[in-house]
């Protein structure tokens, strides 16, 4: 049974931090890519960063330079450093695996999906 959790979302004011985490009970053989994506009420679902099995990071360019995917494979973990948040950095955040994929913020590549823990600036 795949299971993906996320946590460390809040509530926070503007110029503040957070650090999501994403718990993974997954077992990969293959290739893969992590990403996380967040949603606002009445928007699509939006790309924000993504890692793979190489290392290799990609991110949406409304995050460059403020927020930060890594992993740590031995606690099957994966993180969001957020940094600098912004009102419209406001979402419900949620982490993906994906097989056989490279870095990507293309939420059709992930297979696997957490719940979501919500992100709040003001």
């Known amino acids: 049974h795949v299971q993906l959790v996320e946590s460390g979302g809040g509530s926070v004011q503007a110029g503040g931090s957070l650090r999501l985490s994403c718990e993974i009970s997954?077992?990969?053989?293959?290739?893969?890519?992590m990403g996380w994506f967040r949603q606002s009420p009445g928007q699509e679902r939006e790309g924000v960063a993504a890692i793979d099995n190489d290392g290799a990071a990609s991110y949406a360019d409304s995050v460059k330079g403020r927020f930060t995917v890594s992993e740590d494979n031995a606690k099957h973990t994966l993180y969001l450093q957020t940094n600098s948040l912004k009102p419209e950095d406001t979402a419900m955040y949620y982490c993906a695996v994906g097989l056989w994929c490279t870095a990507t913020t293309a939420p059709w590549e992930y297979h696997h999906w957490g719940q979501g823990t919500q992100v709040t600036v003001s």
């Open positions: 997954l077992y990969i053989y293959s290739s893969y890519c």
